[in-house]
């Protein structure tokens, strides 16, 4: 996903095959400035009819003795990845099986050849960070702003540090 516009920004869904590179500090696109205008913003927002969206259609009010219709159209907003995907945010809380909050998400690594995530890099505290490479098997559930662990915050805790990972990005 990557975010474009200058005041007003849009979260563009990027297919892996148009990245062309990747460090710390930047990814770099393989593709032309009006190809990026043309791929699917990550949110479409859609005019829908009341009642398909809520299952309901007007009311009875008791004051007048009337019904009272709403709007007959209001706007939803649909993701535009598939269902079984996820946009895992920068800074998604990372919680322990056990319901501990152990750190949030930094960065996801991924095999250079095949794009399959193998770690997540997840950090801990606010002026003094500590980093934990957590491996991708530890994972039982991702969602937009969360991440589930399927160990315990005692595992969590035994993680080494990681000092410098920025090394791997190269």
Known sequence: MVQSGLLVKEDKVIPVINIASANQEKVTLDCTHEELKEMAPLEIEQQVPVNEASGRGGSFDPLTGGMVFAPTLITQTKRSIPMELVALKEG??????????????????????????THLIVSQGLLSKTRKSVPIKWVKML???????????????????????????E
């Not at 969602?143 to 915050?153: I, K, P, Q, T």
């Open 92 to 117: 998604a809380q990372v919680i322990s099986d056990d319901n501990k909050h152990v750190g949030n998400l930094e960065c996801v690594l991924t095999e250079p050849d095949t794009v399959n995530v």
């Open 143 to 169: 969602d937009d702003d969360r991440v589930r662990l399927a160990v315990g915050a005692r595992d969590w805790e035994i993680l080494p540090p990681v000092q410098d990972w920025s090394d791997s990005w």
